[in-house]
Nanobody, 132 residues
Framework: QVQVVESGGGLVQPGGSLRLSCAASGFTLDYYAMSWFRQAPGKEREGVSCIRASDGRTYYADSVKGRFTISRDNAKNTVYLQMNSLKPEDTAVYYC?????????????????????????WGKGTLVTVSS
């Protein structure tokens, strides 16, 4: 069964850091672009970041660029999202997903903070709360 499972969310103070993990099973993520999304209460789901399979090129929404870093450990079949300088507006449920089809990212859509078409495999999400 193809699935991804997120972990690492929690409560953090403004300016703090968290690292989210996305463990893949049922497939080898070496061959697929992997993305992070988030959904804040009462808002639409938005694109956060994507990492390309072929060369590890990364893409970030403008709202997180310079603060978040996406990475992958193919040996562990896991993707990470390191989040630094967190702000209250980063509070959301964070989701990992893949289209399970292509090695490349829909970078333009991710940078614009939107969700690309065709994202077929989603995790259940992990809650990040940034509050003092």
């Amino acid at each position: 069964q193809v699935q991804v499972v997120e972990s690492g969310g929690g409560l953090v103070q403004p300016g703090g850091s968290l690292r989210l993990s996305c463990a893949a099973s049922g497939f080898t993520l070496d061959y697929y672009a992997m993305s992070w999304f988030r959904q804040a209460p009462g808002k639409e789901r938005e694109g956060v970041s994507c990492i390309r399979a072929s060369d590890g090129r990364t893409y970030y929404a403008d709202s997180v660029k310079g603060r978040f870093t996406i990475s992958r450990d193919n040996a562990k079949n896991t993707v990470y999202l390191q989040m630094n300088s967190l702000k209250p507006e980063d509070t959301a449920v964070y989701y990992c997903a893949t289209d399970y089809k292509w090695t490349y990212c829909d970078g333009r859509t991710i940078v614009a903070g939107r969700v690309p078409d065709g994202m077929d495999v989603w995790g259940k999400g992990t809650l990040v709360t940034v509050s003092s």
